[in-house]
């Protein structure tokens, strides 16, 4: 039977802007909805057959116990999930803008997602999961910063797999290079690390995807995905590097969530496939062209958790549109 995957980041609400292409300035209905990237990688893996357990801290307001309602609708295992009563759930306004790029404005005020510390993880034992999967806007504020980089050195010492996506919000950021720090030394010590474009971008300085990868201080056995949106991914392994296109003919109208839903789509791959060290390039060509299924299919859809689909939609897609011109979907 295999382990779940331990998901440790945060959890929040979405507030997603229902007039296309106005951005936060001029949008005047936001619809609410579950989200957070590594929530939304929770609920990816759930929905593709993986069990996953959640990491984070929950909020004691009512929307903390609707987003409990959902952890629990998604049978995503609550093992290292704590409450704390005194603490608010954060909320994140997402509108796409004219270029249909999504802008985001976090409220963060005494945010239970930020308040997971180093004693709250002591009983985690890394043999007990298949994979360490963390990063985002956790990673911003102590003490659950501490509490995610600690559990890292554990996994890594451990032998698990490790998995980092930074999910840069730009925003959130008060020092940025306090942060490319930060991020130099995850990079380091993960197995995976999955970003997109605009995240390598804001890291390196460098607009050119590889010349970016180059920058990028990973070890020679990392993997590396860099999704690109409407042209796929960029996957670096090995000493290899090669461009893994994406879906036609597919109208996207919300690309909230396609990250996650493509890191999800990953590691299930990964892990159905017996583990990243086992895989050709062809196999790990296939993992990739799947995780670009499930991400255009959250391009469909509008919403972050709730557009995550399952494994016999992704299947059926790529039934549909496996030989298909592959160039205009999205990646993440």
């Known amino acids: 039977m295999l382990k779940p995957v331990l998901c440790g980041g945060e959890i929040l609400l979405d507030f997603l802007s229902r007039d296309a292409g106005k951005g936060l300035t001029g949008t005047m209905v936001f619809e609410k909805r579950p ?8 609920v990816g893996l759930r929905r593709l057959e993986i069990p996953a357990a959640l990491l984070t801290k929950l909020g004691g307001d009512e929307f903390g116990q609707g987003l409990m309602n959902v952890i629990t609708d998604e049978d995503i295992s609550t093992e290292c999930l704590k409450r704390d009563s005194t603490l608010k759930t954060t909320l994140a306004f997402v509108a796409l803008n004219e270029e249909g790029k999504p802008e985001f404005r976090f409220y963060r005020d005494h945010a239970a997602d930020t308040g997971l510390t180093t004693s709250d993880i002591e009983h985690i034992s890394p043999r007990d999961y298949s994979m360490y999967h963390f990063g985002s806007i956790a990673l911003l504020e102590k003490p659950a910063s501490d509490a995610y980089l600690e559990l890292l050195g554990r996994f890594q010492e451990a032998k698990v797999v490790t998995s980092f996506d930074p999910n840069v919000r730009p925003s959130l950021i008060a020092d940025k290079t306090t942060f490319v720090q930060m991020f130099d030394r995850i990079c380091s010590m ?18 050119d995807v590889t010349d970016g990868l180059k920058m990028i201080r990973s070890t020679s056995d990392t993997l590396v995905l860099i999704t690109l949106g409407r042209n796929g991914a960029m996957v670096s392994c090995k000493g290899s590097c090669w461009r893994v296109p994406t879906f036609g003919s597919v109208k996207v109208v919300d690309t909230t969530g396609c990250g996650d839903s493509f890191m999800a789509a990953i590691i299930a791959g990964l892990l159905n496939g017996g583990g990243l060290a086992s895989l050709s390039t062809p196999e790990l060509t296939e993992i990739v062209t799947f995780a670009n299924a499930a991400a255009t299919i959250v391009g469909t859809r509008y919403g972050a958790s709730n557009a995550m689909p399952r494994l016999r939609e992704v299947d059926k897609f790529l039934s549909l549109h496996q030989n298909a011109d592959e160039h205009d979907g999205v990646s993440g």
Not at 35 to 42: D, W
Not at 193 to 205: A, F
């Open 35 to 42: 989200g957070g990237s590594i929530f939304n990688v929770a």
């Open 190 to 207: 993960v197995d995976i690390i999955k970003m997109s474009d605009d995240d390598l971008e804001y890291v390196t300085g460098l607009a």
